[in-house]
């Protein structure tokens, strides 16, 4: 069974930082193309961030290229995503997604596997 589980998120000022973390248990991270999606208040869950894991490549959404930094901890099945420069709009819930398919990693309907979310609160 997979099981994703955030971690990180809270409230912070603008222009703050904060680093999530998505435990992975029943898949491994080095084998697994995972993403970061967001979900702000009363709109739709978007694309963030992905790994993949072969080759290991990076994708960021233009809203969030220059600031956030995703990343993969192999040893601890735990893949990060760095957020820096912190700005209200960035206010969301944060979810981590496990065994993307390849060419629909941006997408929601790409991903096999979900964690619970983790709130992000970006205050000006």
């Known amino acids: 069974q997979v099981q994703l589980v955030e971690s990180g998120g809270g409230l912070v000022q603008a222009g703050g930082s904060l680093r999530l973390s998505c435990a992975v248990s029943g898949r491994s991270v080095s084998r697994s193309n995972m993403g970061w999606f967001r979900q702000p208040p009363g709109k739709e869950r978007e694309f963030v961030a992905a790994i993949t894991w072969s080759p290991v490549s990076t994708f960021y959404a233009d809203y969030v290229k220059g600031r956030f930094t995703i990343s993969r901890e192999i040893a601890k099945d735990t893949v990060y995503l760095q957020m820096n420069s912190l700005k209200p709009e960035d206010t969301a819930v944060y979810y981590c997604?496990?065994?993307?398919?390849?060419?629909?990693?941006?997408?929601?309907?790409?991903?096999?596997?979900w964690g619970q979310g983790t709130q992000v609160t970006v205050s000006s």
């Open positions: 997604a496990a065994d993307g398919r390849f060419g629909w990693i941006k997408t929601t309907t790409g991903y096999d596997y």
